[in-house]
């Protein structure tokens, strides 16, 4: 296993006890057969996958769309939207879903009988929540700053680029047990 290379001890027992809360529910999901091990052990996997490859790669061509001045235009993707309408929804979902995505990650790591907080994916998680959250603060308050648009746009892209070596990570620590 990788380990991590962001000093999180001084969190750790918070994260803990509240993982511990949700630790038996999933325990007890396992031992009535509602989750099989390989859901258990590869569902979290899959599902932030999804959500980084689908959400976060579409979003990330939206944003360089308006950035290419394309963001009245209409795709039949954007269901409608405009790719300027479409683009914050989009992102700002995506990272509902790795926050939310992290604390499941973070659960059957804890069913699974893995310390948590001492990988280099929970390096990652941290580094890749902290962008998402600065890239959302810039996207709200960057107005028509053409400084603010350019720190965005670049941001967002090595955001997302810090996501994938999150995810090569979260392969090893997968594999690792």
């Known amino acids: 296993m990788n380990a991590a290379f962001l000093a999180l001890d001084a969190i750790e027992p918070a994260v803990s006890s509240y993982v ?9 999901a396992k031992a009535s057969g509602l989750a099989p091990d390989f859901l258990l052990h ?33 795709y039949s ?33 804890a069913t699974g009988g893995q310390p948590i907080l ?22 709200v308050t960057m107005k028509d700053s053409e400084l603010g648009r350019t720190v965005h746009a670049y941001l967002g892209t090595g955001t997302l680029l810090a996501l994938v070596v999150h995810a090569y990570f979260g392969l090893n620590l997968g594999q690792s047990f």
């Not at 689908?54 to 061509?61: E, K, Q, V």
């Not at 998402?132 to 810039?138: G, T």
């Open 118 to 139: 001492q990988s280099a994916h929970s390096s990652t998680a941290v580094i890749g929540l902290s962008l998402l959250l600065a890239q959302a603060a810039i996207g």
């Open 42 to 74: 590869w569902g979290h996997g899959a599902a932030m996958a999804t959500v980084l490859f689908a959400m976060g790669g579409f979003g990330a061509f939206l944003g360089w769309q308006i950035r290419f001045g394309k963001g009245e235009e209409v």
């Open 77 to 109: 993707l954007t269901l409608g939207e405009t790719v300027r309408e479409l683009h914050p929804k989009l992102m700002g979902a995506m990272l509902f879903f790795f926050l939310l995505g992290g604390q499941g990650g973070l659960v059957l790591l």
């Open 20 to 28: 511990n809360i949700w630790v038996p529910l999933f325990e007890s």
